[in-house]
């Protein structure tokens, strides 16, 4: 129940928008609201990376792509800052050179947002960090849908011997039981594999796959379908790797594999997930040193606003 009208962003016809905060769409900070609905949260870490890094500056680059924002969403008739209260809760402190600690820390912060009543959208940072947060999700919902949208299934076991890696949190997190193995399912999975069996371990870990090229074999329409209903039936926590977008469409990440996403059939994608039981929502791997006249950011930041507006329109039943 909403008490009083969301605080909305700064008013870009009396601030500009290149003067106003720097928070993600120029929302308000979490210290400026009584309440929040949603909080969107830094994570600037990188420290599981196994090739580029820069993902660690992440939040800010996504909050710079976000000035842009509007506040009416007119592919979903939405209006995701004013019928829910959505504020910036900053960024996280992570330790760099420890990464169990900053693992420990991630889950802690996060937990502690969601026990004040604030759904999550996590902005930077490299995948690793989705391990700790699946794990706070689970404690309240039991194992959760995930739906990843990666060029990376993610669930390799091991790199150099370490199990905590941006190329290892599905697995770990399906070995502790936090992932729903009926109802979880990769997006835009492309590129060169290990070898074939990565495919069969993957499987057996709980994920069914849509590959990028089913998008140019089956369309948007009927991948959202399909993606309905595998997600159906309870909690779903949605995981963007903004590599799951053409390096021509985001080439500020870490590790590009061509044949990806158009951010086209990203949006329209995240814009099928209204109704379904969405319970929080990251958006990493934006690696700002790479990219390009803020092509990245932009989209990460896009890809936040509609999250938000299926948030919006789940709360008020719409
Ligand atoms: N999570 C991302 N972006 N990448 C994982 C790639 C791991 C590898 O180097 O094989
Ligand atoms: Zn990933
Ligand atoms: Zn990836």
Redesign the pocket.
């Known amino acids: 129940m909403q008490e009083q009208t969301p605080i909305g962003p700064v008013d870009a016809t009396r601030v500009p928008r290149y003067a106003g905060p720097a928070t993600f769409a120029r929302l308000p900070r979490i210290d400026e609201v009584s309440r929040a609905d949603v909080a969107v949260l830094g994570v600037p870490f990188d420290s599981g990376?196994?090739?580029r890094p820069g993902a660690r500056f992440g939040p800010g680059h996504v909050r710079a792509g976000s000035k842009l924002l509007r506040s009416y969403n007119p592919a979903l008739d939405a209006t995701p800052f004013g019928t829910q209260q959505v504020a910036d809760a900053g960024d996280i402190g992570v330790n760099p050179f420890d990464l169990g600690e900053a693992i420990e820390t991630i889950d802690r912060e996060v937990t502690t947002l969601r026990a004040d009543g604030a759904q999550l959208l996590t902005i930077g940072g490299?995948?690793t960090i989705a391990l700790p947060i699946l794990r706070s999700l689970a404690r309240d919902h039991g194992p959760v849908a995930v739906l990843h949208f990666?060029?990376?299934l993610?669930t390799?076991d091991t790199?150099f011997g370490a199990p905590y890696?941006?190329?290892t949190?599905f697995r770990r997190a399906s070995e502790e039981g936090l992932i729903d193995v009926e109802r979880s399912l990769h997006m835009g999975i492309r590129g060169p594999l290990?070898s074939k069996q990565d495919l069969e371990d993957d499987a057996v870990l709980g994920f069914q796959v849509i590959r990028s090229d089913d998008y140019e074999i089956d369309g948007v329409r009927s991948i959202v379908e399909r993606m309905r209903r595998r997600l159906t039936g309870g909690p779903v926590y949605v995981s963007v790797?903004i590599?799951v977008l053409d390096p021509a469409h985001a080439p500020g990440?870490?590790?590009p594999e061509a044949g990806g996403l158009t951010s086209r059939e990203l949006l329209n994608t995240l814009r099928g997930l209204v109704g379904l039981d969405v319970v929080g929502a990251d958006i990493?791997?934006v690696s700002p040193p790479y990219d390009h006249a803020e092509l990245t950011g932009i989209a990460a930041a896009h890809v936040g606003y509609e999250l938000l507006s299926v948030l919006a329109l789940n709360r008020t039943g719409g």
């Open positions: 990376v196994s090739y490299d995948h990666d060029a990376h993610d390799w790199y890696t941006h190329g949190p290990y790797d590599d990440t870490g590790t990493v791997e």
